[in-house]
């Protein structure tokens, strides 16, 4: 220990202030804890500076360019359609400075202590907090581990200014000719919609024999179609082999259904899945249980194997979604409060930005039936629906997949405008254990996509007006 370093204590202590860990250290607060947060880089983490916030943004402003050169169907032309990709960014980085400056004031308002720097472990109470200047100790009665992941770098494809990341393709300074997309998977997909929308020629290299491969095929293939109809080339049961840098962009080596073909493009884009950040905690020191994939064991509270250490969010088990680690976050904060409270993952929506949007709750058909469930599928399109008539915007479906002795929402699957937004009544419907009945005799307001919600339990009920059983 740095001599004259006399350790600070703290209630809790909370690594990572990315959407698991400042959700934590603030309901940790609000139950009575003295909390300190520790963050090496900006408050937010991830989703808020180089993920979720700004890349919706930038699919946003793509949505709005593309819709302006396309409206001619609803009697709408626009003149001289400009694009001031500068002003994008600026854009898109004021939204990410007002929800992280929220964070910081929300941190501040419940006292939660902040510190920037780096945490190790020390021993199984105590931490060192580095910057670049100097270190301090802190001794904690209990801490969370929530230091998320970052993207995983291909041996044949090292980062560059031609090969680039999600946080690189969020920070271009100039919309590309051409872009070459390595996985097909959701932030891929979302990227690459976004830069095909504001004029890029995209080409997709997806391993497997589909994008989307955490979707069902007619939801993806709904994707696929909108994404080629903009211009872009996707090609499945492809294996990107080595890339070369030129003067002024990339050619990228692929093999696609055993033929090697090459692609010349500005960049590529390598989104083949993220990382968890356990390395460098000193994690080892404390005897803390890891998987073979880096990730670290815990229990229904979120607890690891060495008493008052906690972890959540993309360093545990399951998918890496920011909602996930939040409520992750909620839990391990309750149980360290004294509250009687575990994880329940019954109702974990999947949503990808995409055009047609997808989003996903609970058990796909598939899924329900190899749990053993006998089951109704029903399904409903949006062209049936008044407000998707209304706004153009009539490709895609919901499906419910029920129980068929009694009608209990087991999952549902929607591909069309506003999914991400309309998933959350299913989620409500999950996590309470309604029936369709339940949400078929439920008022929904007219004209509105949530009657697609209503109409499809209608359908699942045996008893649809919209549509001809």
């Known amino acids: 220990m740095v001599v004259g370093d006399f350790a600070v204590e703290v209630d809790t202590l909370v690594i990572g202030a990315g959407p698991g860990g400042y959700v934590a250290a603030i309901r940790a607060a609000q139950l009575g804890q003295k909390v300190t947060i520790v963050e090496k880089g900006n408050l937010g983490g991830v989703c808020l500076n180089v993920g979720c916030i700004p890349s919706k943004a930038l699919i946003a402003a793509g949505h709005k360019y593309h819709d302006a050169l396309h409206s001619e169907d609803i009697g709408i032309s626009v003149g001289d359609v400009k694009l001031d990709f500068s002003k994008v960014q600026k854009w898109k980085s004021s939204v990410v400075n007002k929800l992280t400056g929220g964070v910081e004031a929300l941190l501040k308002g419940n006292k939660v202590n902040i510190v920037k720097g780096e945490a190790y472990f020390v021993d199984e109470t105590t931490v060192r907090i580095m910057d670049e200047k100097s270190s301090q100790t802190y001794k904690f009665n209990n801490c969370i581990i929530a230091t998320g992941s970052r993207p995983i770098e291909l041996p044949a494809f090292k980062w560059s200014k031609r090969v680039i990341s999600s946080t690189g393709a969020l920070a271009l300074e100039e919309v590309p000719k051409k872009m070459v997309v390595i996985g097909g998977g959701y932030i891929g997909i979302e990227l690459g919609a976004a830069y095909a929308n504001l004029g890029t020629e995209i080409t997709v290299l997806e391993g497997g024999k589909q994008i989307l491969p955490g979707f069902e095929i007619q939801m993806s ?210 996590e309470a254990g309604m029936t369709a009945e339940d949400i078929a005799m439920t008022i929904h307001a007219h004209p509105s996509l949530g009657e697609i919600t209503m109409e499809t339990a209608e359908v699942a009920i045996g008893m649809p007006i919209h549509i001809v059983k």
Request: hydrophobic content about 40%; charged content about 25%.
């Open 221 to 430: 293939q709904l994707v696929s179609n909108r994404l080629k109809k903009n211009g872009a080339n996707i090609f499945t049961e492809a294996l990107a082999k080595e890339v070369e840098e030129t003067a002024n962009g990339v050619k990228v080596t692929a093999e696609i259904k055993g033929e090697v073909q090459t692609f010349d493009a500005d960049y590529v884009l390598v989104t083949v899945g993220r990382r968890p950040n356990t390395e460098e905690l000193g994690l080892e020191q404390v005897g803390i249980e890891m998987t073979d994939r880096g990730l670290v064991k815990v229990d229904k509270q979120c607890k690891t194997n060495i008493s008052g250490i906690y972890a959540i969010g993309d360093i545990i088990d399951g998918p890496a979604l920011a909602h996930k680690a939040s409520y992750e976050g909620k839990v391990a904060a309750e149980v360290i409060s004294g509250h009687p409270a575990e994880v329940d993952y019954l109702a974990i929506p999947a949503v990808v930005f995409s055009g047609p949007e997808l989003a996903s709750v609970g058990l796909t058909e598939a899924e329900a039936k190899d749990a053993g469930y006998d089951v109704v599928v029903s399904k409903f399109p949006f062209a049936a629906n008044g407000r998707a008539l209304s706004l153009n915007e009539t490709d895609g479906f919901m499906k419910m997949v029920t129980r068929k002795d009694d009608g209990l929402v087991l999952g549902v699957q929607i591909a069309g405008t506003n999914a991400s937004d309309m998933i959350s009544e299913a989620c409500v419907a999950i």
